[in-house]
């Protein structure tokens, strides 16, 4: 079974630029995750997506982040204008459901940013 | 507010020592827990996980974990731990009451060949 795919595994910008990150979860996960981990920190929720439908956004910073999963497969989250402080790696993850009474959450590899 | 706490930021053993990695979670009602792991270069994954039934939960490559629910701790053991387990390790919390999944700042092992 193939693995959660993200793109791309690295990307430097100067703060206020914009950018995109990209994922595709396991074939019939209903759920997917955004995460933004900080050096020296755990995983923190971004948004939670069940299907096309948001399920939790209450962590994303909504003037600046904003993510879509328009057909409930593939999703994108977009930073816009970047910080300095936005520099993480962002992490995605699926489930087939979202009480993860199955295998649990699914990682990818992330996406390591740095804002200059 | 819903927390997860892993006090040991950086556990440094010799290969064969015992481990414990603390986990406390704070109080906010039925909650399930996971011990997740990230190897050198490689992405998060699941080591095991409590539901409900017994407390003693045992995972992958001879880990375990007890759910203490009088103490709000959901500890990783492992008797005899080997180089390969290098490695950051992460205690999280899904609490059924905000349906949100919430991780400890992760505990950094690293083992002495």
């Known amino acids: 079974e193939a693995g959660v795919a993200q793109s791309p595994r690295y990307k430097i910008i100067e703060k206020r630029q914009s950018v995109a990150f990209w994922c595709n979860p396991i074939?019939?996960?209903?759920?997917l995750y955004w995460y933004q981990q900080i050096l020296g920190q755990g995983p923190k929720l971004l948004i939670q997506?069940?299907?096309?439908?948001?399920?939790?956004d209450s962590q994303l910073p909504k003037d600046r982040f904003s993510a879509e999963r328009l057909k409930g497969v593939d999703s994108t989250l977009k930073i816009q204008p970047a910080k300095l402080e936005d520099s993480a790696v962002y992490l995605c993850?699926?489930?087939?459901?979202?009480?993860?009474?199955?295998?649990?959450?699914?990682f990818g590899p992330g996406t390591r940013l740095t804002v200059l | 507010a819903q927390s997860v706490s892993q006090h040991n930021h950086h556990v440094i053993l010799s290969e064969a020592a015992s481990l414990e990695l603390g986990c406390n979670y704070s109080?906010?009602?039925?909650?399930?827990l996971f011990w997740y792991v990230q190897y050198p270069g490689q992405h998060l994954q699941l080591l095991l996980k409590?539901?409900?039934?017994?407390?003693l939960v045992k995972g992958i490559k001879g880990f375990e974990a007890e759910f203490i629910k009088s103490k709000f701790s959901f500890n990783l053991r492992k008797p005899s731990v080997q180089w390969s387990d290098t490695a950051e390790y992460f205690c999280?919390?899904?609490?059924?009451?905000?349906?949100?999944?919430?991780f400890g700042s992760g505990t950094r092992l690293s083992i002495r060949p």
């Open positions: 997506f069940q299907n096309n439908g948001v399920v939790d």
């Open positions: 409590y539901f409900s039934g017994d407390p």
């Open positions: 999280a919390a899904l609490y059924s009451s905000a349906s949100k999944i919430i």
């Open positions: 993850a699926s489930s087939s459901s979202p009480g993860l009474a199955g295998g649990g959450q699914y």
């Open positions: 109080y906010g009602g039925t909650v399930n």
């Open positions: 074939s019939g996960h209903a759920t």
